[in-house]
């Protein structure tokens, strides 16, 4: 019998899903994946699905030990500062987002007073690192591809893949990103389907074909037999050739501009100017709308 409950919390605006992890005995936990609501056409945050995860922790009388970030997302901002703001935890996202950091001060021309050294998290993960939520063991995979930086969490029975993997009729994520390869996510999720088949499977995002409502929870042995990218017998030359004919069809996500240069900072905002107001960079004519 696992030791742990999880809540999730699916945010309908960017279909992102967080976790609230518990272990059971201890009522400690960890938040997986926050997120910040943002109005791109008023440029205004709000609290409402980190609120709505906050009151589940409130009522539950449970104490946040971590708040865990699979990578630095391209679609939604994070909630992760302002989550440790109200209820405290260790910000903690896999070491490689120096590599995320550096390209994107970059491209936003951030300079100096921008470190791409990780120091915006409390604890920077290594590949296999073994950390613990109450006395519940936690397991840091790293699983790049989708992004250079990316994370998965194996806690007891349960693996959390962040984008590496999709429920089953919806596939995997995308490698067209700065530091993304078809080939290395290819590997990275084979990874996670070499974990015990009876695993359970918890994806980041779900965008539900019509058919049926949003869903989030699967099993390795289920993404085995029938993910529609990597199901069994796909080779990983079959996968590349597939993820790349479609990464070359795709938009940008919608807020991957406004997002990473707060993600990249652990969800804090830029630092206000001296008119006391906040500011998003959108470069212009850098990043590649459409690739055909």
Known sequence: MSRISIQSFFDTTTGTVSYVVTDAASRRAAIIDPVLDYDSKSGHTSTKSADALLDYVRANEITVEWILETHAHADHLSGAHYVQEQVGGKIAIGERIREVQATFKQLYNLGPAFLPDGNQFDHLLKD???????DVKATALWVPGHTPADLAYVIEDAVFTGDTLFMPDVGTARADFPGGNAHTLYRSIHRLLELPSETRVFVCHDYPPEVRDAAWETTVAEQRASNIHVRDGVSEDEFV?????????????TLILPSIQVNIRAGQLPPAEDNGVAYLRIPLNVLAQHRQ
Request: cysteine-free; aromatic content about 4%; glycine content about 10%.
């Open 241 to 253: 050739a597939l993820r790349n004919a479609r990464d070359a069809t795709l938009e940008m996500p």
């Open 128 to 134: 296999g690192e073994v950390f613990h939520i109450g």
